[in-house]
């Protein structure tokens, strides 16, 4: 590996270990192995950094969101029942210490006090949306419509948000996947009554 990518491994564990706002540059180039010069060269400031590392770390869930990709085979794209495996993986991803999650709540917290951070993954929630469409509706990612990305997906993320809030807040209150699954069909039950 090179420096760029020392870094950003650095970066990610510096983030599931500190966070966001205990993370200093010498924290990185500790964990990292490399020097304080190396981050303006290949990112240009630490918070771009620790953007692209939080990204990383997100993007790296996305087999978890799937799970035994056999359990979603046995469902039909768009289904409730898909639904409900899905966002069951998806909160599993949740329970596990040390949660990649809660460095979400903590952008939203300190968001204004880190407007680059902030920024960088404003631009990464769009594409987010694009991605967890197909796991829930089937197909392929980039097939995905920008209209899809910003409607559909961004009820998915919105959703995902509301349930990073509620796990990170209290876990024994949060819901698990069957009640959303519950919520979900009483919202169809009286959209669709005539």
Request: aromatic share 6%; charged share 25%.
């Amino acid at each position: 590996m090179g420096h760029r990518e020392d870094l950003l491994e650095g970066a990610k564990r510096c983030l599931l270990q500190k966070g966001f706002a205990r993370t200093t540059a010498r924290d990185i180039v500790k964990e990292s192995g490399t020097n304080l010069a190396s981050i303006g060269y290949h990112y240009g400031s630490k918070d771009a950094l620790l953007a692209q590392a939080y990204v990383s770390l997100v993007e790296g869930l996305g087999d978890a969101f799937e799970g035994d990709r056999s359990v979603l085979d046995g469902t039909e794209p768009g289904s409730v029942e898909r639904f409900q495996r899905v966002w069951s993986n998806i909160i599993d991803t949740m329970r596990e210490p040390g949660s990649v999650w809660r460095l979400s709540m903590e952008i939203l917290a300190m968001g204004d006090r880190m407007p680059d951070v902030r920024d960088h993954l404003a631009r990464a929630q769009r594409e987010a949306g694009r991605g967890i469409v197909p796991l829930l509706m089937g197909g392929r990612e980039e097939d995905v419509s920008d209209e899809t990305t910003d409607t559909l997906g961004a009820f998915y993320l919105t959703l995902m948000t509301g349930l990073i809030a509620q796990w990170t807040f209290d876990p024994k209150t949060a819901p698990e996947a069957g009640q959303l699954t519950e919520g979900l069909r009483r919202v169809i039950e009286a959209a669709t009554r005539t």
